[in-house]
């Protein structure tokens, strides 16, 4: 039974950038969350997908944008990259938007 | 106040100890309950989840809930050396909506 997956595991970009990164959930979830984890912090919440759609958003700009395919695999694309954008982005799978979520093994992105 | 807040650490505790770890949270109509543990480097791992008021048990860990204190812990019995990790509450809130996480309190097990 795989678990989730991101790709790519390491991602160095300049500012000003767009980046994609990617996640596959779990076999059987149909609900894709992301995150993004500074250093020494928490996971900030992002933004969630179900039925491809977005349902709920926290509290980042516009420059942060998703997308979830009818295989329920999802991207997290972010443009205009700033140097405060570098943390580990993680993204979380679940049966349903309110049961437990299950991590992949996030993305390390770092913009110079 | 923030939404999810956990007891600052670092928390440290001699092997074989009993750990204690502490998580209050602000929406008072929360639905459910996580503890994740996160290695460094790594990304958090789900180690219980918990909905009613009261204990629950699994292995050395037990989650304890109280709704109308709003606040939640995590017991770790009989400590080793390889829970030394961070520790992540994470709060499903009312209309289940999002999950919050927590700052995470991080954990020695002192040989």
């Known amino acids: 039974d795989a678990g989730v997956t991101q790709s790519p595991t390491h991602l160095i970009k300049t500012r000003g950038q767009q980046v994609t990164l990617r996640c596959s959930p779990k076999s059987g979830h149909d609900t894709v969350s992301w995150y993004q984890q500074a250093l020494g912090q928490g996971p900030q919440f992002i933004f969630q997908y179900y039925e491809e759609e977005e349902r709920q958003r926290g509290n980042f700009p516009d420059r942060f944008s998703g997308h979830q395919f009818p295989n329920y695999s999802s991207e997290l694309n972010v443009n205009a990259l700033l140097l405060g954008d570098s943390a580990l982005y993680l993204c979380a799978s679940s049966l349903l938007v309110y049961n437990e979520q299950f991590f992949g093994p996030g993305t390390r992105l770092t913009v110079l | 106040q923030k939404e999810v807040e956990q007891n600052s650490g670092p928390l440290s505790v001699p092997e074989g100890a009993i750990a204690s770890l502490n998580c209050t949270y602000s929406d008072r109509g929360s639905q459910s309950f996580f503890w994740y543990r996160q290695y460094s480097g790594k990304s958090p791992e789900l180690i219980m989840f918990i909905y009613s008021n009261g204990d629950k048990e699994d292995g050395r860990f037990t989650a304890q809930l109280n709704k109308a204190s709003q606040y939640v812990s995590l017991l770790i019995r009989d400590s080793q050396p390889s829970d030394s990790a961070t520790y992540l509450c994470?709060?499903?809130?009312?209309?289940?909506?999002?999950?919050?996480f927590g700052p995470g309190t991080s954990l020695s097990v002192i040989p």
């Open positions: 994470a709060v499903l809130k009312t209309s289940y909506d999002k999950v919050i």
